[in-house]
């Protein structure tokens, strides 16, 4: 049996890598053709194009493929270009094929059901944070009726669907839903605090400048 594996196994790498040879045949059939400068130009611009989509920035792109800022940028510059593993450790991230990397477009394309699928995942996460929430909340209800603070279960569920999608957008790269969770976060972290605890309002006066630290930050980091 785990002979029969590692057959199957070696079988899918040998596929996989003469998918690359051939990917690779192809970006130099085309260099060939439109000449290297411009094929670089290409794959250089959609790189940049593809990057921005997805909202990750060049440092962020760079840590993904263990590569600095700087070799992000020379090949968004086109001065160079990653080797074919790279590119296609690229293509992956970015949720398109090297046939779409490597030719010119008028309009960037990203593969819709993709973007569904992450949605799709990321809201049933959330609404798992909530069923449990609302488990707890009618256990309490039957084995402990005397327990008058059990809507806390559901402010509770704030922050840690909160964190739950926070979690997926730096997966998937999601800046703007990034800056939205983490200000929430902060707000129902807070909000739970003092609705557990009496007479500990002026905590929320705490969650001032701790938003316009959060604001700063995502400010100077899409700059950057």
């Not at 439109?34 to 840590?63: F, P, S």
């Not at 909160?162 to 957008?169: P, Q, R, T, Y």
Request: hydrophobic share 50%.
């Amino acid at each position: 049996m785990f002979t029969k594996l590692k057959i199957e196994y070696q079988n899918l790498l040998y596929q996989q890598e003469n998918c690359l040879y051939f990917c690779l045949i192809s970006c130099f059939f085309c260099a060939n053709i439109y000449g290297m400068e411009d094929i670089n130009l290409v794959i250089a611009k959609n790189i940049c194009e593809y990057r921005k989509h997805i909202g990750l920035t060049q440092a962020e792109l760079g840590e993904k493929l263990n590569f600095t800022d700087k070799s992000v940028s020379k090949w968004e510059k086109g001065e160079y270009l990653p080797d074919i593993s790279v590119l296609y450790k690229m293509c992956e991230i970015f949720g398109i094929t090297l046939n779409d990397l490597t030719k010119e477009q008028e309009k960037i394309i990203v593969p819709q059901k993709d973007k569904h699928n992450k949605i799709l995942i990321t809201l049933m996460s959330a609404g798992l944070v909530w069923f449990v929430a609302t488990i707890v909340f009618v256990a309490l209800v039957i084995f402990a009726p005397s327990f008058s603070y059990k809507w806390l279960c559901f402010i509770y569920a704030l922050p840690i669907s909160s964190i739950v999608i926070l979690v997926f957008s730096c997966i998937w790269g999601n800046n703007l839903l990034k800056f939205c969770f983490t200000s929430l976060l902060t707000w129902t972290v807070l909000l739970s605090v003092c609705l557990t605890f009496k007479n500990v309002w002026y905590l929320f006066l705490i969650g001032a400048p701790f938003q316009i630290l959060i604001s700063l930050w995502f400010y100077f980091k899409k700059k950057n």
